[in-house]
């Protein structure tokens, strides 16, 4: 396996920084780095991104979660291990990342829910990071970056 080309964000002067810089600031809004990790990795899983989800596995297992709660995030609503708060952000996430498969993409329950748990600046952030994640894994699909090729 090889990928077409350079990652673009490698590519672009100044991408890298600035999506580097836009991370930065998801984290600095207080929500806890395992929530951000559970959304990449969701977001990851629905669009493909190998990458990504390598990354992200692995980030949160450095972490310290467990593998019950890597291993069932794709059916995060059956499993017991997370959280209302993780629930709410992982339902964001999935309705963010499938914009185009229904006709209300993001319904109201799904939102007053992500804000029921978060703050406006959390909940903005939440929704940046969202975007981010899928940024990072359109980037990789359409050049075919290769997992664990650091």
């Known amino acids: 396996m090889s990928a077409r080309m ?3 964000a490698m590519v672009v ?3 890298l920084q600035a999506l580097q810089a836009l991370g930065e600031a998801e984290k600095a809004t207080g ?6 990790e559970l959304v990449h990795l969701r977001a990851s899983q629905i669009n493909g991104c190998a990458v990504c989800l390598h990354m992200h596995a692995r980030a949160l297992r450095k972490a310290g979660e467990s593998d019950e709660r890597i291993d069932t995030v794709a059916g995060w609503r059956d499993a017991p291990f997370f959280t209302d708060e ?3 952000a ?4 999935e309705a963010v990342t499938r914009l185009a498969d229904r006709a209300d993409p993001v319904p109201d329950e799904v ?3 992500a804000a029921a748990h ?3 600046q959390q909940l903005g952030a939440l929704i940046l990071s969202i975007a981010h994640i899928n940024l990072w894994n359109r ?3 359409t050049t075919q970056q290769v997992a664990g090729a650091y």
């Open 6 to 8: 350079t990652n673009p």
């Open 13 to 15: 002067p100044g991408a």
């Open 31 to 36: 929500i806890p780095e395992t929530v951000l």
């Open 86 to 88: 993780e629930r709410a």
């Open 90 to 93: 992982l339902a964001l996430t």
């Open 111 to 113: 939102f007053e829910e």
């Open 118 to 120: 978060y703050d406006e």
């Open 139 to 141: 980037l990789n699909a």
